[in-house]
């Protein structure tokens, strides 16, 4: 007879999706002191009997090293992921290819690096469809005015149109950029939302192509802050 795998209790399941959502959006897993804050914990050795109880039941590796970042998921603790890597009714999945420049424009890091899981109350009515959603990295500070930072994980719907006001993602000459979609009697333009940036003007030899546009904000939360 086949052993059933062993079941992770409430608290733990806890502890294990923070590692996961570490490694998602960052790369790294948290440090035991991280896990602590977001446990509640006032004692480092309680996050490490979570710790320990995880590898007991099979959902972190062992390391080879011990080191402060040593968090590893297991295949198991991967796999019991999979299923909800999918959106819902009241959660979107949406995932993250990369970094797209909020300042000069450059070119994006088209690659996916993750995750996001977000409520569809955060989002305006009509909801988007799943599938065409993606969310890119602001880098750099062009945006601020319109309360876009660097680091904040940008929501995109994929649309080849917008209208004047939008903030978008585009692509002018080859190179990427977020930035409101503004008219003029010259025609289309992008505008920043800082006054130390000058607006960006589509010409022949760089039209202007619009990737999408951003309909919500997702600000990494630091470690010591509890996401629900």
Not at 34 to 40: D, H, K, R, T, V
Not at 71 to 79: F, G, Q, R, S, V
């Amino acid at each position: 007879m086949t052993k059933a795998p062993p079941k992770l209790t409430k608290i733990q399941a806890k502890a294990l999706e923070f590692i996961r959502t570490s490694l998602e959006r960052t790369g790294t897993s948290p440090t035991l002191r991280e896990l602590c804050a977001y446990m509640g914990y006032s004692a480092i050795g309680s996050a490490q009997d979570l710790v320990a109880a995880l590898r007991r039941k099979g959902f972190l590796q062992t390391p080879q090293k011990q080191s402060a970042r040593s968090l590893i998921l297991t295949p198991k603790a991967i796999a019991l992921k999979e299923p909800s890597h999918q959106s819902t009714a009241n959660t979107y999945v949406v995932h993250c290819l990369g970094a797209v420049p909020a300042g000069d424009p450059l070119a994006a890091v088209e690659e996916r690096t993750g995750t996001l899981r977000m409520s569809v109350n955060m989002f305006q009515r009509p909801f988007p469809v799943p599938d065409t959603m993606f969310a890119l990295q602001a880098s750099g500070n062009s945006m601020i005015d319109a309360g876009i930072f660097d680091g904040d994980w940008l929501v995109i719907n994929k649309q080849a149109e917008a209208e004047p006001g939008d903030v978008v993602v585009a692509r002018v000459g080859g190179e990427v950029t977020v930035k409101r979609l503004m008219q003029d009697r010259l025609g289309w333009y992008l505008k920043p939302e800082n006054n130390t940036y000058s607006i960006l003007r589509p010409s022949e030899d760089k039209p202007l192509e619009i990737v999408g546009k951003v309909i919500a904000l997702q600000r990494v939360m630091p470690f010591n802050s509890q996401v629900n």
